[in-house]
């Protein structure tokens, strides 16, 4: 069964959009599945009844399928999807982190990847159909402590289950010192083509302070031995806004970063979680807060670095390198009445699945889901996880997207997914949320939903139209929470 499929009669307009072989053209890529017309040669009476028959019945479904997305947005099965596959461990807890991940239970990764496998062959058959899946996110954690062949094993799996499309991009998160040029050849012989390296800073003192394991100099070799390996598209994640941290020492740490030349920076302001040991070490008085205005100022600082070194950037915290034509355009927009309507080549496109609130899978302990109109929550602890799968039988059909780890499933309904796709699509800083593609999805115009706060932010100068494109303005950037606010 599809997911979200309530009627038999779209299943099998999509079944007989592929039988007759035109959905797309034969895939030749590692991973990806021929695509072989069913048959070929019929006797020539039974195929013009045929035809006839299924020419009426695609009809008929075809607006049932028009039906359904007017009413429902895309449809789910035919929408690309990505999938995130968590993986829980690390080698030390850093002492900031409060991510679903746990230090010394590397003894746990066998059965891990087990049951990571028997959770896409679950999903999978709970479809009926192969799910169009258009990027691979192996997040943690620290993904790069799993071996080259648990990857192998997993991406087949993921071939077998799903229909990969072609281009497709497949991400790995990797600590610094974790990796090395063996294992980063493997990784791109069994098809990875993205990196992102949790650099977090150049200074020595800062990642003592953050408990990382690792130094730049294992930074430097990372990106090396990657670029020796054949990676092309490389990001580095660096934390701003560390207590007590001098802007100086964050500009040293963003030209040394810049000197890797990666295609892609994420930068994120250092927030102090309770229940951390930072967290309690601020409670108690031990360090101070971080200071909001510094790290404002850093942000600032941040934006014009980059610009000037060629990146382009598509959402609050994330640059992609770009040509000079591509900046050009990016540039002109701010003055113009013309926004570009994409994001750049080297954006993420995991991370824009997700900003553009489109259906992703969430696979592994602790991960979160969204397809067929249900946000899904995975069972938070490794060891439940493996224990779930390791008794579970397949699913049966019309289960998608839930598995045996799902604990939560929540419908969204129309008014919150528009609320969602507000707030996820403003992030996104060049494309924003387009007017017509929010008609096509719900319907209805941005202004129609929430004209009164558009009004009211854009008074404010904390958003602007750009053509048919709402985004945030350079102030609004700065204050996104406050704009945020107004869509929850
Ligand atoms: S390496 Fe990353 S995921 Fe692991 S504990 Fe440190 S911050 Fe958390």
């Not at 995130?84 to 239970?105: E, G, K, M, W």
């Not at 066998?110 to 028997?118: C, N, R």
């Not at 077998?160 to 991400?171: K, S, V």
């Not at 000079?324 to 080297?346: K, N």
């Amino acid at each position: 069964m599809l997911p979200n499929s309530g009627d038999d009669y779209t299943s099998l307009f999509l079944a007989l959009r592929i039988d007759f072989g035109f959905s797309r053209p034969l895939n030749t890529s590692r991973y990806g599945k021929k695509k072989q017309p069913s048959f070929s040669i019929l006797p020539t009476v039974h195929c013009i009844l045929l035809t006839a028959y299924c020419s009426l019945f695609t009809v008929h479904c075809l607006l049932l399928t028009v039906h359904r997305i007017l009413i429902t947005g895309i449809l789910p099965s035919m929408t690309p999807h990505s999938i995130y596959l968590h993986i829980p461990f690390c080698q030390h807890r850093c002492n900031y982190c409060d991510f679903n991940t746990y230090a010394r239970l590397e003894k746990l990764i066998p059965g891990y990847v087990d049951a990571l496998i028997k959770e896409i062959q679950i999903l999978a058959a709970g479809l009926g159909q192969p799910l169009p899946v258009h990027t691979i996110y192996f997040g943690g954690g620290t993904p790069s402590l799993l071996p080259a062949h648990a990857f192998e094993k997993i991406l087949q799996t993921l071939d077998a289950a799903f229909d990969l499309e072609i281009p497709i991009e497949i991400n790995l998160e990797a600590n610094p010192g974790t990796l090395s040029l063996p294992y980063l050849r493997a990784l791109k012989e069994i098809g990875f083509n993205r990196i992102s390296l949790g650099m977090q800073s150049a200074h020595p003192d800062e990642l003592v302070f953050l408990e990382r394991l690792h130094d730049y100099v294992d930074v430097v070799e990372a990106v090396k031995w990657a670029r020796q390996a054949g990676f092309d598209n490389l990001s580095l994640d660096l934390i701003f806004g560390l207590p007590e941290q001098q802007i100086d020492v964050w500009r040293d740490t963003l030209d040394l970063a810049l000197r890797l030349t990666p295609e892609h920076f994420s930068l994120y302001a250092l927030t102090i979680e309770h229940g951390t040991p930072l967290g309690h070490w601020a409670d108690r008085g031990l360090i101070p807060e971080p200071d909001p205005d510094m790290a404002a100022d850093m942000y600032e600082l941040a934006c014009e670095t980059l610009s000037g070194a060629g990146y382009v950037q598509y959402e609050i915290s994330n640059w992609a390198y770009s040509s000079s034509v591509e900046r050009g355009a990016s540039s002109e927009c701010l003055s113009t009445l013309h926004a570009p309507r994409s994001s750049p080549p080297l954006a993420c496109q995991h991370n824009l699945q997700y900003w553009r609130n489109r259906p992703y899978l969430g696979l592994g302990a602790g991960a979160h889901g969204f397809a067929d109109g249900i946000r899904t929550i995975n069972v938070l602890s490794p060891r439940s996880y493996i224990q779930r799968f390791s008794t579970c039988n397949l699913q049966p059909a019309n289960s998608f997207p839930r598995a045996p780890a799902t604990i939560e499933a929540n419908p969204i309904d129309r008014d919150t997914e528009m609320r969602e796709t507000m707030l996820m699509g403003l992030r996104l800083t060049r494309a924003g949320v387009s007017d017509e593609r929010f008609r096509t999805r719900f319907g209805i115009s941005i202004n129609e939903v929430f004209g009164d706060e558009i009004s009211e932010l854009v008074k404010w100068g904390l958003l602007e139209w750009v053509g048919e494109i709402l985004r945030l303005t350079p102030r609004g950037r700065l204050l996104g929470n406050q704009v945020f606010m107004h869509f929850v």
